[in-house]
């Protein structure tokens, strides 16, 4: 990121007074504390202001270094708009009387974990529905706030926020989906800069990733020209957490690109162009590591901090690095407050000694393995 020059930087409240003070006839007494050095003393200091605020507009001007609402207005001249916060989605299992209605907007929850600090989360019906012959009823219900809060596992729904007479249990026999937060500065940043220096031009591959990042729920994507001869084209795309998309968003994706009958033109993409858009195959990262921890730290805020970290190590791969390496798996795992020191690390088998390492000789940053496959 290229810096901005220093603007003005050198415009210091003692050197505009002195200027200020040298235009004063010298038979003027100019000392401080004099009438005149109170007088100008004030002004001095409001344009050394107003030079920090000129810094700062040309700060918020320019994309690069601007931040917030500045940064959606620079953006939004290229057509380039932030993705809003979007609510979860699933499928809710009521269990009671034949015949009881639930009515739509009926509220279920997940329940509190005071030992985790993990806050309720609440669902809402978005149809009335009636408990059948075996006693049974599915429902579909999204968050009742948008954010990755609502993206719960299997199994989490289990309280009846609003009670329903008839109404004897609740369940959600599948994870929940969809849900994302609002897009991050950095993300909306890094879609603009693909469009204004890589502009699209009739089909070119960044025309198809400027389609794809452009759908809601898009966090990445990349593109595979002639993957199955010529006129063909595949679009791998991620969720916004640089996961591995959902059916739901690959299909949105088509229909932006390609929809109906290939090679029609119907969406963005050319006549002729024989379009497939998938989600990448993710594969399963399995670290094992001795861990001495810090006093008064437990193995799970271990376990957790771990997580938490290489979460965020993992993104940052995602489309940009197809390799996990042990040297910054190393340095990661120290940086977790709960470890003191590790031992014996292994990633997906691979095994590290204590030097640093691997088994067959070469350096720990030689011990790579594959995080994200086409």
């Known amino acids: 990121m290229t810096a901005l020059p220093d603007y003005l930087t050198e415009q210091k409240e003692e050197g505009i007074l002195a200027r200020m003070l040298s235009r004063i006839p010298a038979d003027v007494d100019k000392a401080e504390g004099s009438y005149i050095w109170d007088a100008l003393a004030p002004a001095a200091y409001e344009l050394f202001l107003s030079a920090g605020w000129a810094q700062e507009v040309l700060r918020r001007g320019f994309a690069t270094t601007a931040f917030g609402a500045y940064l959606e207005l620079r953006c939004g001249e290229h057509g380039v708009e932030r993705r809003p916060a979007e609510k979860a989605t699933g499928k809710v299992t009521f269990a009671g009387t034949l015949g009881v209605v639930v009515p739509a ?22 149809e009335a529905v009636t408990i059948g012959g075996l006693g049974l009823v599915e429902a579909g219900v999204v968050a009742f706030e948008a954010g990755v809060l609502g993206n719960i596992a299997a199994g989490s729904i289990a309280v009846l926020v609003e009670p329903v007479p008839g109404v004897t249990g609740i369940a959600n026999a599948a994870a929940f989906g969809g849900g994302a937060e609002t897009e991050s500065d950095a993300s909306l940043l890094e879609r603009y800069l693909l469009k204004v220096r890589n502009p699209g031009t009739s089909g070119n591959r960044s025309d198809y990733l400027q389609w794809a990042l ?41 229909a932006v690109i390609a929809p109906g009958t290939s090679g029609t033109g119907a969406g963005k993409a050319p006549i002729g162009a024989n379009v497939v858009v998938a989600a990448p195959a993710e594969v399963p990262i399995a670290i094992g590591v001795k861990l001495t921890l810090r006093t008064g730290w437990t193995l799970a805020q271990a ?20 390799v996990i390496r042990y040297s910054k798996v190393n340095s990661l795992l120290l940086d977790v407050p709960a470890v003191e020191d590790l031992a014996n690390l292994t990633i997906n088998g691979g095994h590290v000694q204590r030097d640093g390492r691997d088994r067959s000789g070469r350096g720990a940053g030689g011990g790579e393995r594959q995080c994200l496959r086409r």
């Open 105 to 126: 907007g009926t509220r279920v929850a997940t329940a509190a974990d005071a030992v985790t600090s993990t806050p309720s989360v609440e669902f809402e019906t978005v």
């Open 214 to 254: 452009e759908t809601d729920g898009v966090g990445g994507a990349q593109v595979q020209p002639l993957w199955n001869g010529p006129g063909t084209v595949k679009v791998f795309v991620l969720n916004q957490e640089k996961r591995a998309a959902s059916a739901a968003i690959v299909a949105s994706v088509q």
């Open 303 to 322: 376990v957790s901090g771990i997580q938490a970290i290489m979460t965020d190590y993992l993104k940052s791969l995602a489309f940009a690095d197809a």
